[in-house]
């Protein structure tokens, strides 16, 4: 548990860079990096009927497809280093 913890930590910036390829396009841009972790953050924890009925700027937000790409990335990633490092590093040679 604690090695599949360590991996998940070390990929936070890979995780962030997915998410800002994603979705910071030209019609949606962030004004900073941290613009676009808290949009980020924010399509996760609050649902889009949340959104829409608290007037949050939601035109022009991505949807579920965008996101399910984001976590299959995530962790594609995580896999893709596991499986590196349990063949390549740890493995038995």
Same mark, same amino acid.
């Given at each position: ?8 930590? =070390? ?6 860079? /997915? ?7 030209? #019609?949606? =841009?962030? #004004? ?10 924010? =399509?996760?924890?609050?649902? $889009?009927?949340? $959104? ?22 995530? /962790? ?18």
């Amino acid at each position: 548990m604690l090695y599949w913890t360590i991996l998940i930590l =070390a990929n936070l910036p890979v995780f962030f860079l /997915i998410g800002w390829l994603l979705f910071d396009n030209a #019609e949606n =841009a962030a #004004e900073s990096f941290f613009t676009t972790v808290l949009l980020l953050l924010q =399509a996760i924890f609050v649902p $889009r009927i949340v $959104r829409v009925f608290l007037d949050m700027d939601d035109e022009g937000s991505f949807g579920l497809f965008e996101f399910a790409v984001f976590v299959g990335g995530c /962790i594609a990633v995580v896999y893709g280093e596991h499986f590196l490092l349990t063949n390549y590093v740890f493995g038995n040679q």
